[in-house]
C-alpha cells in the first residue's frame, strides 16, 4: 500500500448525504473477489447513461474534463453507508483516489478506506460546501493539500482546516500499512510476552 504524506490534488465535489456502497460500486459490478478490475465500476450507476453499458453521463462530475485525474472527492453526511463491502474501497484506490472529505463517514467504511489508502477527512459541512465554492472556478488550478502529519487540510482560497484521524489509523497510512502489518511492527514486544506466558504456565523452563 502507497503511503500518504502530502498530496496536492484535484478535488471533485460529489456533495451528496447517504452516498451508500451500492452507489460506489454496484453489486453487479463485482464479478470477482479481487481488489483489481473494479475502477470501471466505480459509481457505475451515475456515471454511465444505462446500466450495463459504459456511455459516459456528461453530468456527472467525474465524467467532466475540469475534474480530470480527481484524487479527492468531497462528500456529504454519512458517507459510505450501506453494505460493509470492501469492494467500494478497493474501486474507490483503484480509480486513484486517495482521500475523502465528508462531515461523518459509516465507520465500516471509514475502516475499509483507511486499510486501503484512502484517507477519511471529517469536516464540518459548511467547510466542505466553502471548499466546493473555491473550487468552481477553475479545478484543475485550484486544488485542495492534505498533509496527513500535521492533520490539515489547505484549500485553494488558502484557508487551513484541521481534521481529526485516530493514531492507529494515521500510523496505517503513513507508512503504508494494513493491518498485519502494524501488528508485526511489534512482534518483539509479541514475542517477548508470549514467551513470558509460557514461562507462566510452566510450559519451557530457563535454563
Known amino acids: ?35 483489481t478490475g473494479l475502477a470501471d465500476g466505480l459509481f457505475a ?7 450495463g453499458t459504459r456511455d459516459p453521463d456528461p453530468e456527472f462530475v467525474l465524467n467532466q ?11 456529504g453526511a454519512n458517507f459510505g453507508c450501506g453494505s460493509s463491502r470492501e469492494h467500494a474501497a478497493w474501486a474507490l484506490a483503484e480509480y486513484g483516489i ?17 486499510r486501503n489508502g484512502i484517507v477519511p477527512v471529517t469536516l464540518d459541512l459548511e ?10 472556478p477553475d479545478p484543475q488550478a485550484l486544488r485542495i ?31 503504508g500499512l494494513d493491518a498485519i502489518d502494524l501488528t508485526l511492527k511489534r512482534r518483539v514486544e509479541i514475542d517477548h510476552f508470549i514467551a513470558a506466558d509460557r514461562m507462566r504456565r510452566g510450559w519451557i523452563y530457563p535454563g
Open 145 to 175: 493539500t492534505i498533509d496527513l502529519p500535521t492533520q490539515v487540510l489547505t484549500g485553494p482560497d488558502r484557508k487551513t482546516h484541521a481534521f481529526p484521524i485516530a493514531d492507529e489509523a494515521k500510523e496505517m497510512l503513513l507508512d
Open 45 to 51: 450507476g451515475w456515471r454511465y447513461i444505462g446500466i
Open 1 to 35: 500500500m502507497e503511503p500518504f504524506i502530502h498530496l496536492t490534488a484535484v478535488a471533485a465535489p460529489l456533495l451528496r448525504d447517504n452516498i451508500d456502497t451500492d452507489a460506489i460500486i454496484p453489486s453487479r459490478e463485482m464479478r470477482s473477489v479481487s481488489k
Open 98 to 114: 486517495r482521500a475523502i472529505v465528508a462531515s461523518s463517514f459509516n465507520p465500516i467504511f471509514q475502516g475499509n478506506c483507511i
Open 65 to 75: 474534463s475540469a475534474y480530470a485525474d480527481t484524487r479527492i472527492i468531497l462528500g
Open 127 to 136: 467547510a466542505i460546501a466553502s471548499l466546493a465554492t473555491a473550487l468552481a
